[in-house]
């Protein structure tokens, strides 16, 4: 599964949208509310609010406080500034409003 997590990561760090959506859905390497996360960010870049909307609805229900320690969360697994600022800029396109928090 990690390998395909490196896979998603990198498609969509790089704007292959598209790509990343494959790779979530053949091989759904992410786990737990990390999954919706993926959903909810790649959809919201392409663009595709309501059928992100489920996803956002389902991270709710795992993780209700994702929201507010977003970029503390995926710092600790994503460790890379700028492929967090590309995974909560498709999770603010997606409609949920992420708290900024320390840079």
Do not use: Y
Not at 3 to 25: K, R, V, Y
């Amino acid at each position: 599964d990690w390998f395909h997590t490196a896979h998603f990561i990198d498609h969509l760090h790089h704007g292959s949208q598209e790509l990343a959506l494959l790779e979530l859905e053949n091989h759904r390497p992410l786990q737990g509310f990390w999954l919706p996360v993926g959903f909810a960010a790649v959809l919201g870049k392409l663009g595709r609010r309501d059928e992100a909307a489920a996803h956002l609805d389902e991270l709710g229900r795992l993780k209700p406080d994702f929201a507010s320690r977003a970029r503390e969360l995926m710092r600790r697994s994503l460790k890379v500034d700028a492929v967090v600022d590309e995974v909560i800029d498709g999770l603010r396109r997606a409609g949920l409003t992420v708290a900024d928090g320390a840079r």
